[in-house]
């Protein structure tokens, strides 16, 4: 952002924010709310005129999402108990909590003893009317203060409840703040509760107001996405809609809930608890509030129950006043607007603010000199030596001595322990003065002196966020293109199960599905790629498995200055080269390189486009291979006469030329370096650079040449998958790829 944190930050006063909260608050209040209904409608049209682009969707009754159905939609106008004496003494119109939320309508004549039946009370709490519903069970209720409970007298009372139950639709709200980028910070609240403070109205009021300071931000790095949606049916519901999308925009994410009394601030950590927003929450409270309550993911009960869910896994953590569920008042008619104060939302308000902030800021940052700095010379060295300018000097050093663009700003600021906003500043001074450099950017900036790389790293960039597809189960006969990925990971699987390797690092890691799997298998892991999404993939991927996605950096395993910084607790006992070898420049070099990040002894697995499968092909590359291997040596006037024939003979129009990759123009993969290499030269090439024992296991079969799949169909693909892991010699023809394994000396 252009604006600098701490200048965003004092301009802010809190106090009038927080009386403009609490006045929201005191107009939603009366509103009773339910996971449907009216009541929920009204409240997101009044949100609505704090956020213009609010877009409010509507899901009919009966849909299914996921595991669950959406209820009938249910609306209440009145309900009331009248005593023997002609008293309305439980009245809806006065209190909505007086009435089971979901109640099927009654009116009818009942004696005390069978009404006691429908009554709820807390003999702990006597004066509290308490909060209950029953929305997947039709009965009807009421709820009232127990000590009013106490005192009700033998006799016929009279019970009313006007409401509906029947087909409707479920209705949720979203507002999208666009951003430079794609990527998605995403906040959900819940709107569903009737008149509570606290555990209902300061998570879509500070959700709004939020939303509202966001989306006057001039220059936003990220994309933003609110929703506000009924707990648990809305979320699961939201979820069944725009999964994928989620999945794939997603760095970060909030469930905001109970950010509105004056109590202590509380933190409930996503599944995996090391995600992007799992260091951001953290890292804020500490600075915000150091005696902040952290609870485990065990003590989950809102909606990152289901946005962490196992296979939903986005990384969403729970920022908190007072957690729901452990304050005295949750759920009673005693979390009221004098529970939530202007103070209380404005605090959760600064506090959600810092977490954006921190986002914004956060990147992999580089020293641009070379050893420290000379700061006289640019003005940054005090000339008279205070211990405030000492601190300040200090702060800068400690940045740029951190600053080795594989840390973020967060690392860092953890590191010399401070907070971000107030190292942003900074950040922005010393990028000024050509001191410090964005990571990321430098590291676009050493692609692009690589010509022969740049392309490869714009394929794989563009295929980045549905390259995981490709590694899935369900994928292996429904997948258009066929899941060889899918069979090559079984056997890196299978052999380093049978080794006694204990470490891996991948070259090329993608976006992260097999080094992930070896990180649950119990082997420390680590590894590069050349291309930044598949290495931003990667991270996420291993942020939302609970793994530590600074293990996966951006290298180019034809320069060891790349990642020689991931060898500094030793080498590894195998190393995974899978999609490398086709593109690199210098074979010997990336074998040699290789050798450098194994340890003696340690095994190496390298996949290769196999050369020789070109004969069984017979199409353009069965033409090429012919002319230009086999024939390499023959005379021009032989070599015209095969051509000639082999023209006639062949569909040398096979396969299409992959120019571009669907509507974006990166490079196809026919457009980037992509070598085949001869199974034969490679077994000779590995024992010249100093591996020994190397075997071939092949994968990626064809049970016909490909220009028949079209017309062979399922028959093909079967055919494929029942020869795969076959292991003879049919496989240096029938097979377009392999993988060598091999001993280092």
């Given at each position: 952002?252009?604006?600098?944190?701490?200048?965003?930050?004092?301009?802010?006063?809190?106090?009038?924010?927080?009386?403009?909260?609490?006045?929201?608050?005191?107009?939603?209040?009366?509103?009773?709310?339910?996971?449907?209904?009216?009541?929920?409608?009204?409240?997101?049209?009044?949100?609505?005129?704090?956020?213009?682009?609010?877009?409010?969707?509507?899901?009919?009754?009966?849909?299914?999402?996921?595991?669950?159905v959406?209820?009938?939609?249910?609306?209440?106008?009145?309900?009331?108990?009248?005593?023997?004496?002609?008293?309305?003494?439980?009245?809806?119109?006065?209190?909505?909590?007086?009435?089971?939320?979901?109640s099927?309508?009654?009116?009818?004549?009942?004696?005390?003893?069978?009404?006691?039946?429908?009554?709820?009370?807390?003999?702990?709490?006597?004066?509290?009317?308490?909060?209950?519903?029953?929305?997947?069970?039709?009965?009807?209720?009421?709820?009232?203060?127990?000590?009013?409970?106490?005192?009700?007298?033998?006799?016929?009372?009279?019970?009313?409840?006007?409401?509906?139950?029947?087909?409707?639709?479920?209705?949720?709200?979203?507002?999208?703040?666009?951003?430079?980028?794609?990527?998605?910070?995403?906040?959900?609240?819940?709107?569903?509760?009737?008149?509570?403070?606290?555990?209902?109205?300061?998570?879509?009021?500070?959700?709004?107001?939020?939303?509202?300071?966001?989306?006057?931000?001039?220059?936003?790095?990220?994309?933003?996405?609110?929703?506000?949606?009924?707990?648990?049916?809305?979320?699961?519901?939201?979820?069944?809609?725009?999964?994928?999308?989620?999945?794939?925009?997603?760095?970060?994410?909030?469930?905001?809930?109970?950010?509105?009394?004056?109590?202590?601030?509380?933190?409930?950590?996503?599944?995996?608890?090391?995600?992007?927003?799992?260091?951001?929450?953290?890292?804020?409270?500490?600075?915000?509030?150091?005696?902040?309550?952290?609870?485990?993911?065990?003590?989950?009960?809102?909606?990152?129950?289901?946005?962490?869910?196992?296979?939903?896994?986005?990384?969403?953590?729970?920022?908190?006043?007072?957690?729901?569920?452990?304050y005295?008042?949750?759920?009673?008619?005693?979390?009221?607007?004098?529970?939530?104060?202007?103070?209380?939302?404005?605090?959760?308000?600064?506090a959600?603010?810092?977490?954006?902030?921190?986002?914004?800021?956060?990147?992999?940052?580089?020293?641009?000199?070379?050893?420290?700095?000379?700061?006289g010379?640019?003005?940054?060295?005090?000339?008279?030596?205070?211990?405030?300018?000492t601190?300040?000097?200090?702060?800068?050093?400690?940045?740029?001595?951190?600053?080795?663009?594989?840390?973020?700003?967060?690392?860092?600021?953890?590191?010399?322990?401070?907070?971000?906003?107030?190292?942003?500043?900074?950040?922005?001074?010393?990028?000024?003065?050509?001191?410090?450099?964005?990571?990321?950017?430098?590291?676009?900036?050493?692609?692009?002196?690589?010509?022969?790389?740049?392309?490869?790293a714009?394929?794989?960039?563009?295929?980045?966020?549905?390259?995981?597809?490709?590694?899935?189960?369900?994928?292996?006969?429904?997948?258009?293109?066929?899941p060889?990925n899918?069979?090559?990971?079984?056997?890196?699987?299978?052999?380093?199960?049978?080794?006694?390797?204990?470490?891996?690092?991948e070259?090329?890691?993608?976006?992260?599905t097999?080094?992930?799997?070896?990180?649950?298998?119990?082997?420390?892991?680590?590894?590069?790629?050349?291309?930044?999404?598949?290495?931003?993939?990667?991270?996420?991927?291993f942020e939302?498995?609970?793994?530590?996605?600074?293990?996966?950096?951006?290298?180019?395993?034809?320069?060891?200055?790349?990642?020689?910084?991931?060898?500094?607790?030793?080498?590894?006992?195998?190393?995974?080269?899978?999609?490398?070898?086709?593109?690199?420049?210098?074979?010997?070099?990336?074998?040699?390189?290789?050798?450098?990040?194994?340890?003696?002894?340690?095994?190496?697995?390298?996949?290769?486009?196999?050369?020789?499968?070109?004969?069984?092909?017979?199409?353009?590359?069965?033409?090429?291979?012919?002319?230009?291997?086999?024939?390499?040596?023959?005379?021009?006037?032989?070599?015209?006469?095969v051509?000639?024939?082999?023209?006639?003979?062949?569909?040398?129009?096979?396969?299409?030329?992959?120019?571009?990759?669907?509507?974006?123009?990166?490079?196809?993969?026919?457009?980037?370096?992509?070598?085949?290499?001869?199974?034969?030269?490679?077994?000779?090439?590995?024992?010249?650079?100093?591996?020994?024992?190397?075997?071939?296991?092949?994968?990626?079969?064809?049970?016909?040449p490909?220009?028949?799949?079209?017309?062979?169909g399922?028959?093909?693909?079967?055919?494929?998958?029942?020869?795969?892991?076959?292991?003879?010699?049919?496989?240096?023809?029938?097979?377009?790829?392999?993988?060598?394994?091999?001993?280092?000396?």
């Amino acid at each position: 952002m252009n604006l600098c944190l701490s200048e965003q930050r004092s301009e802010t006063d809190w106090a009038p924010v927080g009386e403009e909260m609490h006045a929201l608050c005191r107009e939603l209040f009366p509103i009773c709310r339910s996971i449907t209904g009216d009541g929920v409608r009204d409240t997101l049209r009044r949100i609505g005129r704090f956020l213009p682009d609010l877009a409010i969707h509507e899901v009919p009754s009966g849909t299914r999402c996921f595991d669950w159905v959406v209820p009938p939609e249910w609306n209440i106008r009145d309900a009331c108990i009248i005593d023997p004496a002609g008293e309305r003494i439980v009245d809806f119109k006065t209190c909505n909590l007086h009435v089971v939320s979901y109640s099927v309508p009654v009116d009818q004549e009942i004696q005390l003893t069978e009404l006691q039946q429908h009554l709820h009370s807390l003999p702990e709490l006597p004066d509290a009317i308490p909060y209950v519903t029953s929305y997947y069970s039709k009965r009807w209720g009421f709820c009232l203060a127990d000590r009013q409970r106490r005192a009700l007298r033998e006799g016929t009372y009279r019970v009313k409840i006007d409401s509906t139950l029947a087909p409707g639709s479920l209705t949720y709200a979203e507002l999208l703040i666009p951003g430079q980028t794609a990527e998605e910070v995403f906040f959900s609240t819940y709107v569903c509760h009737p008149s509570l403070g606290n555990n209902e109205l300061s998570g879509p009021v500070v959700a709004t107001f939020l939303a509202r300071k966001i989306a006057a931000w001039p220059d936003r790095r990220y994309s933003y996405r609110f929703v506000f949606v009924p707990e648990t049916i809305g979320s699961i519901t939201y979820l069944s809609r725009n999964l994928d999308t989620l999945k794939r925009r997603v760095v970060a994410g909030f469930n905001i809930t109970c950010i509105g009394d004056e109590r202590c601030y509380s933190y409930l950590p996503s599944r995996g608890g090391n995600t992007l927003s799992d260091r951001v929450v953290r890292h804020v409270l500490r600075h915000t509030d150091p005696d902040y309550k952290q609870y485990s993911f065990l003590d989950r009960g809102s909606d990152e129950r289901q946005y962490c869910s196992p296979g939903i896994d986005l990384p969403v953590a729970t920022l908190m006043r007072s957690k729901y569920g452990t304050y005295p008042e949750y759920h009673t008619s005693l979390d009221d607007l004098d529970l939530i104060t202007p103070d209380g939302l404005a605090g959760g308000l600064r506090a959600l603010e810092r977490c954006v902030l921190t986002l914004e800021a956060n990147r992999r940052m580089r020293a641009s000199v070379l050893g420290e700095p000379q700061m006289g010379k640019r003005g940054l060295y005090p000339t008279l030596g205070t211990r405030s300018a000492t601190e300040i000097v200090a702060t800068r050093m400690n940045l740029l001595a951190y600053a080795d663009g594989n840390r973020d700003l967060l690392e860092i600021a953890e590191t010399i322990d401070m907070p971000v906003w107030d190292l942003a500043p900074l950040v922005a001074e010393l990028t000024v003065h050509g001191l410090l450099a964005d990571g990321k950017a430098e590291n676009a900036a050493r692609k692009s002196n690589m010509t022969s790389t740049t392309g490869v790293a714009d394929h794989y960039d563009a295929v980045a966020g549905n390259y995981h597809k490709q590694y899935e189960r369900t994928n292996l006969r429904e997948a258009a293109e066929y899941p060889a990925n899918y069979f090559r990971l079984q056997i890196l699987i299978n052999r380093l199960s049978q080794s006694a390797a204990k470490s891996v690092y991948e070259v090329g890691v993608g976006e992260g599905t097999p080094l992930a799997k070896m990180a649950a298998m119990g082997f420390r892991v680590a590894g590069c790629d050349i291309a930044d999404a598949m290495v931003a993939a990667a991270r996420s991927n291993f942020e939302k498995q609970g793994l530590d996605p600074s293990t996966v950096q951006w290298g180019d395993i034809e320069d060891s200055t790349s990642f020689a910084h991931q060898l500094s607790a030793g080498r590894y006992d195998a190393v995974i080269a899978a999609g490398v070898l086709p593109h690199v420049r210098n074979d010997r070099l990336f074998l040699d390189n290789i050798g450098m990040i194994v340890r003696s002894g340690g095994r190496v697995f390298v996949e290769f486009r196999n050369k020789l499968f070109s004969l069984f092909t017979l199409n353009r590359y069965t033409k090429e291979f012919i002319v230009e291997d086999l024939l390499r040596d023959v005379t021009a006037e032989i070599k015209d006469a095969v051509v000639a024939e082999l023209d006639q003979r062949l569909a040398v129009d096979l396969p299409p030329v992959r120019r571009t990759l669907g509507d974006g123009g990166a490079p196809g993969y026919d457009m980037i370096p992509s070598k085949f290499h001869n199974p034969f030269e490679l077994l000779e090439l590995f024992q010249a650079c100093g591996y020994r024992n190397a075997r071939i296991h092949w994968y990626h079969y064809h049970p016909a040449p490909p220009l028949l799949e079209t017309k062979l169909g399922a028959q093909f693909r079967n055919g494929a998958m029942a020869l795969e892991h076959e292991g003879t010699w049919r496989g240096y023809f029938l097979c377009s790829a392999g993988v060598i394994e091999a001993q280092r000396d």
